[in-house]
Nanobody, 121 residues
Framework: QVQLVESGGGLVQAGDSLSLSCAAS????????MGWFRQAPGKERDFVSG????????YYASFVKGRFTISRDNAKDMVYLQMNSLKPEDTAVYSC??????????????WGQGTQVNVSS
């Protein structure tokens, strides 16, 4: 059974940084794209960032572009999200997801439980 475990969330002030990590058990990330999503209370889940299996293609939602950086370490089956210049509106549960294929455009098939990020003003 696939299990994705996110870590690195917490409570920070506006302007601070956080680094999220995602590890998998039960399967490898080999050959598939990975992504990060977020969901704030009372809102729909948003696609934040995606990275292809090779790492050559990366997507950022407009609301995080220039502030967040996604990366992956295929040897360790890890994916990361570096979040800088955090804003109160970034407050949400952040979840990583496994892609359906090697490119994030193919969609995602499994999400982790997420890690809470709270940004105070």
């Amino acid at each position: 059974q696939v299990q994705l475990v996110e870590s690195g969330g917490g409570l920070v002030q506006a302007g601070d940084s956080l680094s999220l990590s995602c590890a998998a058990s039960g399967r490898t990330f080999r050959g598939v794209a990975m992504g990060w999503f977020r969901q704030a209370p009372g809102k729909e889940r948003d696609f934040v960032s995606g990275i292809s299996w090779s790492g050559s293609k990366i997507y950022y939602a407009s609301f995080v572009k220039g502030r967040f950086t996604i990366s992956r370490d295929n040897a360790k089956d890890m994916v990361y999200l570096q979040m800088n210049s955090l804003k109160p509106e970034d407050t949400a549960v952040y979840s990583c997801a496994i892609g359906r294929g090697s490119e994030y455009e193919s969609g995602f098939v499994y999400w982790g439980q997420g890690t809470q990020v709270n940004v105070s003003s």
